[in-house]
Every structure is written in C-alpha cells, then in structure tokens.
Antibody, heavy 114, light 111 residues
Framework: DVQLVESGGGLVQPGGSLRLSCAAS????????MHWVRQSAGKGLEWVSC???????YYPVSVKGRFTISRENAMNFLYLQMNSLTAEDTAVYYC????????WGQGTMVIVSS | QPVLTQSSSASASLGSSVNLTCTLS???????VAWHQQQPGKAPRYLMR???????NKGSAVPERFSGSSSGADRYLTISNLQSEDEADYYC?????????FGGGTKLTVL
C-alpha cells in the first residue's frame, strides 16, 4: 500500500527546534517531489516546503531561513528541521508526495508553547 | 505568485449535485489546479488535477460522482448524487516553478 507516516511532533518552547520525519512506502520515493503542508486549528492548508527529486528546495516567506527540508532516498525518508519556532508555527504538519501532491500522510501535531 | 479564491461555504441536499468554484488570479488563468477533500478530523485526500481545457486526472478510488471542468479563470469541482460522506472541506491548489498555493477552502454541508 502507498503510505506516508509522519513522526516527531510534540510540545516545544518558543524559540526551540524540532525535527519531523516522514517514512514513505509503496511507491518510488526518489522519483517524487515531496512536500510539507501544515494546518492550524480551524484554519486552511498552508504549504510549508518542497524538495524536488534533484534535491532542489523551496519555501514560502513565512518559514524561509527557519525551516529546512531534506530527504534520504536510500531509506525513503523525508525530514523537516524547524528552528526558531513561534506560537504561529503550532499546527498539524502533513507530509505529501507528488508535484500536485497526490499522496498525503496522516499528520503530526506540533505545539509551540511555554 | 498565483492566488486562489474559494467561497467559504456551500450547501446542497442529499442526492442532489453541487458545483464548487475555485478562481485563479489575474495573470494565472491558464494554471492547472488540484482539488483535495478533507473530511472532519481526517487528513486531506487528493481528488483530481484539473487543467484549463477541463481535462481532469482523478485519484485512485475517487468515485465517478466527482468531476471537474474549467471556464476561463474558474476551475469547478462538481459532485453529483451527494452523499453524507461528501460533507467536508474542499481545497483547490496550484503551483508555479517555486511556489505552491492553496485556496482558503469551501466547507460543504450536505442537508
């Protein structure tokens, strides 16, 4: 089965860091663009980052310079390193595959609070 | 970068049809759009990719009741024979070479 499973979420203090992971299975991971998308409580979807098959990376202004997306094709893993976190980063973070994307994970919750 | 505009809410009766609209910003009328469904408490689910000529590429296991069409800057998601499980938030999304953008979402209520 095609599957994306996120992990690494939790409670972190403002200014802190967190690393999210996403394990992919059931498809050719290395041939897919990969994304992180987040959703704050009661709000819509917000694109957070993308990494292409060649390792090229893209970010919106809201996270550029604080978040780093990376991938490990040999192990079928996607990562998101989040630094200098603020309360506005509190959200469910989804891993997603494909340029569109067309494969979604179940999400991992990140809470930034003192 | 492109901007997508969606109505915040829509409603329709069980068994009827509904059209949800996603409008692309000026200068981006030719862009391809994707539609995603998010049922309450669940992760998003890809529904289809919709090109400006109306060609749509549906995800696996997406019912035939879901279809798409285009007119100018508008991209439509049509749901026929509405079922209770279709009550959800629907997001359109587009992208260019460096940016991905979601619309604000439409909350569909099935009466």
């Amino acid at each position: 089965d095609v599957q994306l499973v996120e992990s690494g979420g939790g409670l972190v203090q403002p200014g802190g860091s967190l690393r999210l992971s996403c394990a992919a299975s059931g498809f050719s991971f290395s041939t897919y663009d990969m994304h992180w998308v987040r959703q704050s409580a009661g709000k819509g979807l917000e694109w957070v980052s993308c990494i292409g098959t060649a390792g090229d990376t893209y970010y919106p202004v809201s996270v550029k310079g604080r978040f780093t997306i990376s991938r490990e094709n040999a192990m079928n893993f996607l990562y998101l390193q989040m630094n200098s976190l603020t309360a506005e980063d509190t959200a469910v973070y989804y891993c997603a595959a494909g340029t569109t994307p067309d494969i979604w994970g179940q999400g991992t919750m990140v809470i930034v609070s003192s | 970068q492109p901007v997508l505009t969606q109505s915040s809410s829509a409603s329709a009766s069980l068994g009827s049809s509904v059209n949800l609209t996603c409008t692309l910003s000026s200068g981006h009328r030719t862009y391809t759009v994707a539609w995603h469904q998010q049922q309450p408490g669940k992760a998003p689910r890809y529904l289809m990719r919709l090109e400006r000529r109306g060609v749509h590429n549906k995800g696996s296991a997406v019912p035939e009741r879901f279809s798409g069409s285009s007119s100018g800057a508008d991209r439509y998601l049509t749901i026929s024979n509405l079922q209770s499980e279709d009550e959800a938030d629907y997001y359109c999304e587009t992208w260019d070479s460096t940016t991905w953008v979601f619309g604000g979402g439409t909350k569909l209520t099935v009466l």
